[in-house]
Structures are given as C-alpha cells and as structure tokens.
C-alpha cells in the first residue's frame, strides 16, 4: 500500500511540477516529473513522475530571439482581444484570436490578449510564449 501511495504522489507532483513550469515560458515534461517524483519516492518515484510528467506536458521549445525581438517592438492594437481562459504556455488560445503572422518565421504568430503579448503556433494556436 506504501508503494501506491509513493506512486500516487509521484504522479500528482510529476504532474503539478509540469503545470508549474508551463507558466516560466517552457514546458519540460519528463524531465521535471523525474526530479519531482525522485524527490518523492526515490528512483520508483522517479520513473513514476517522469513518466506522468511526459504524459503531462511536452517540451516547447523556446522560439529565437528575433521572434521575441519583432513581437516586442509591435505596437498594441486598440482593438486587443480580452478572453476569459486563462492564458497558458502549451495550452491553445480561443479560434475567435486573431494570430499576426511572423514574417520571416512562419513557425509563429503572435496576437495581444488580456493586454499581453503572446507568441503561438499559427497551425494549433498553441502558446509557445508569454511575453512579460
């Protein structure tokens, strides 16, 4: 039962460690289920929570500086878009956004939402990056 319970626990902080680092910019799985769950439960916990961290989150890499340059230095719409989900890195954002192509990168767009910048995939509309 001890066993289950390490398990359990593994999982849930594989998982809540995944969510947490979704909101620094990136999401790094597997590697922060391992550490959660190492910590934990030893290397069980360690398998455990690398594996619910996996199955959490997926890695996002971080897009170029030149992305995150031009999306900085684009001027704020007056028409900004206000959405009601929260804004999260690997999480979708509504269809009714209006995503701005990256010239010279077709990998990204970006569009303001509740008065941040957001850079996302164009394709899924997945948030790669907040700016802040």
């Known amino acids: 039962m001890k066993t289950k319970l390490l398990i359990v626990s593994a999982i849930a902080l594989g998982s809540f460690a995944t969510a947490a680092s979704a909101q620094n910019g990136t999401v790094t799985g597997a590697a922060g289920g391992a550490v959660t769950g190492a910590i934990v439960g030893g290397p ?34 007056a028409d900004a878009v206000v959405v009601q989900e929260p804004v999260v890195v690997g ?42």
């Open 91 to 132: 999480k979708p954002l509504p269809r009714n956004v209006v995503v701005t192509p990256v010239p010279d990168d077709d990998r990204y767009g970006y569009a303001v939402v509740n008065q941040q910048r957001v850079i996302v995939d164009p394709h899924s509309y997945k948030v790669v990056q907040i700016i802040r």
């Open 44 to 77: 069980v916990g360690a398998a455990v929570g690398g594996v619910a961290g996996a199955i959490a989150g997926t890695v996002i890499d971080p897009p170029p500086q030149k992305v995150v340059t031009y999306v900085e230095q684009q001027p704020v719409s």
